[in-house]
């Protein structure tokens, strides 16, 4: 069974930055597409970026050219580079990972952007 364990979530002013991290262990032998999505209050989950195992990434427009993900795949990992945050970016952040046919989702990590 794989698991995820997110980090980097937190309290920001506007402008700020964050590093969203999610890391999975279990029984892996390759991870396919690994993705970040998130859930504001009162709003739909959406996806937020992409990134193939070949490294081709996909973002959202409302997120385009101020986050950026990439992955480490000796440690199983991906992150999220977060700068400018706006407070319309205030959500639960989850990472979601393809394995095969098999998705796995992180527990969300909590992103407040706040004057």
């Not at 945050?85 to 990972?97: G, I, M, N, S």
Request: proline share 3%; charged share 15%.
């Amino acid at each position: 069974h794989v698991q995820l364990v997110e980090s980097g979530g937190g309290l920001v002013h506007p402008g700020g930055s964050l590093r969203l991290s999610c890391a999975a262990s279990g029984s892996i032998f390759s991870i396919n597409d690994m993705a970040w999505y998130r859930h504001p209050p009162g709003k739909q989950r959406d996806m937020v970026a992409v990134i193939s195992s070949a490294g081709t990434t996909n973002y959202a427009d409302s997120v385009k050219g101020r986050f950026t993900i990439s992955r480490d795949n000796a440690k199983n990992t991906v992150y999220l580079q977060m700068n400018s945050l706006k407070p319309e970016d205030t959500a639960v952040y989850y990472c979601r990972l393809r394995i095969l046919s098999m998705y796995y989702w992180g527990q969300g990590t909590q992103v407040t952007v706040s004057s």
